[in-house]
């Protein structure tokens, strides 16, 4: 069969490329090719697509990040009144569609597209509108983090493009898009067995791995848990992996999506053996900051791990504890003593904290900004997503802050400080990041 995956566009206020691939996508990719399919990808994502090359400089940041392409574009009625442009993130509109044109010449039995956050379904779906354009009755299949958490959302929503949705694993997801044609699929352990499938990419700055998927804690935000059991890959497999990269692309920048990078069982031995592989590391997702011992650091180090973001999120020892306790201020503190032991940049070392969660005060904020800022590290101030299904959202639900049935797009962290009534207001909240920004000079 030949299959067509698509990483759709981002609709949103605010959007970064911070190594940003879609791994799961990319081992869909993967696992369809073992089975003898044809698989073809347009990433609209894609910063460094060469028929891109004439409209848009993709100006390279930090290691390979950088700003996408952007259109602005109409807000959805329900962010009419959010004082922000909104707009479109990713490949020129003309592109995509010579790209759609192209590919139907290739008889395309079925089309696959991805979604991460729940709050860029509207780019899915304004994507999916461009692609039935051109494929108006090709089956076309929607998997991926947001059909996993609003599952009978998506369904509604998707309806009127006559969308599947097929939320789960791999195997869970393409067992459903199979069976659609009648035909049987047999499981397999893609995890282990299989890598990201780069080879659709013209130039790559950077390639995205996880050596984990899951985590063990329980936070009350975090919806990592209830999606996935907690599992990694072993060591040589992993080295394997990603020396198969570096050999094909001539990889520079390798970055970690795990949520539990330093969790892996075999850590030493694993950092002692990407040192070997002479190229830089990422960590740009909060890692256990518990982990970062004298010699974790030394082998971080060694190893030439660089972007390095340490999940902190509050700085009230009270608040750490109930929300889940996998952090403490003295963890931070010695992690960040050892990185300077090991001479890090401290400009790439960095902390994530959330604001507005449930209950918290706007001074564990001014206190977070101080404590960060006299350790010498960065600090990102992300504004508190609500999940459903976290213990977090169920409780903002029985106390009446919004309905169950609010829409995703307003619980974008961006926009959530715009009309929640509970929490830290959007004046607030520009007030702790111009103290931030104070406290940097
Ligand atoms: C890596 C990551 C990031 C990266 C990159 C995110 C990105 N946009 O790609 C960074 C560090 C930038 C990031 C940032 C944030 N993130 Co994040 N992130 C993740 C993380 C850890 C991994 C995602 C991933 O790649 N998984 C691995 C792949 C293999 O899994 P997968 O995509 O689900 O694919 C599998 C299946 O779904 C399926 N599949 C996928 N697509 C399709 C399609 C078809 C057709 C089929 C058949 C199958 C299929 O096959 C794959 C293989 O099994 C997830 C948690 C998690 N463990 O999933 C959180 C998560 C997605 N992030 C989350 C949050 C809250 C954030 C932040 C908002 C944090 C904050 N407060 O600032 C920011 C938002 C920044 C932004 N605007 O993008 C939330 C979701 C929030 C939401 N409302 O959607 C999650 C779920 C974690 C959590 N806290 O609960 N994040
Ligand atoms: S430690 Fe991180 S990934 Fe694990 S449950 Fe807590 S927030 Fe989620």
Request: charged letters at 30%; glycine letters at 4%; one cysteine or more.
């Amino acid at each position: 069969m030949n299959f067509l995956l698509v990483n759709p566009w981002i609709y949103d206020f605010a959007a970064y490329d911070f190594w940003l691939k879609p791994i799961g996508l990319l081992y869909i990719s993967s696992v369809l090719k073992s089975k003898g399919h044809n698989v073809y990808l347009i990433d609209t994502l894609d910063r460094y697509n060469k028929k891109m090359e004439n409209s848009y400089d993709p100006k390279e940041k930090h290691y390979g990040t950088g700003k996408f392409h952007t259109v602005n574009v109409e807000k959805p009625d329900v962010l009419k009144d959010i004082p922000r442009k909104f707009k479109r993130y990713g490949m020129d509109e003309q592109i995509f569609e010579d790209y759609l044109k192209y590919y139907k010449d290739e008889k395309i039995d079925a089309i696959l597209l991805t979604s991460t956050m729940t709050y860029w379904y509207y780019g899915v779906y304004k994507t999916i509108e461009k692609i039935r354009e051109i494929f108006p009755e090709t089956p076309l299949f929607l998997g991926g983090i947001y059909t996993k958490i609003y599952k009978e959302h998506a369904e509604n929503t998707f309806k009127p493009l006559n969308v599947r949705v097929v939320p789960g694993d791999a195997n869970e997801s393409l067992k459903e898009v199979f069976a659609y044609f009648g035909k049987s699929y047999e499981y397999t352990d893609w995890f282990n067995k299989f890598s990201p499938d780069y080879s659709h990419y013209d130039k790559l700055k950077y390639s995205v791995f996880t050596t984990s998927i899951g985590c063990p804690y329980k936070c009350t935000y975090c919806f990592t848990p209830i999606m996935w059991k907690y599992i990694y890959r072993n060591t040589d497999s992993i080295i394997k992996m990603l020396k198969e990269n570096i050999e094909k692309f001539n990889t520079e920048n390798i970055v970690f999506f795990d949520d539990a990078f330093l969790l892996h069982p075999d850590l030493e031995n694993l950092l002692e053996k990407l040192s070997e592989l002479k190229v830089k590391f990422h960590l740009p997702n909060g890692i256990h900051a518990h982990r970062v011992n004298d010699k974790i650091a030394f082998l971080l180090k060694k190893a030439d791990f660089r972007v390095i973001k340490l999940g902190y999120e509050s700085s009230d020892p009270e608040m750490q504890k109930k929300t889940g306790g996998k952090v403490t201020n003295s963890d931070l503190i010695n992690a960040v003593n050892n990185f300077k032991k090991y001479d890090f940049d401290l400009r790439d070392i960095g902390a994530y904290v959330i604001s507005n969660l449930p209950g918290q005060k706007i001074e564990d904020l001014y206190n977070a900004v101080d404590f960060c800022t006299d350790l010498g590290i960065e600090i990102n101030i992300n504004e508190f997503t609500p999940i459903p299904g976290t213990k977090d959202y169920e409780k903002l639900i029985k106390n009446n802050v919004f309905n169950d049935d609010t829409d995703p797009l307003l619980l974008n962290n961006t926009i959530i400080p715009y009309w929640w009534k509970e929490g830290l207001s959007a004046d607030d909240l520009d007030k702790v990041k111009r103290y931030l920004k104070l406290k940097r000079r």
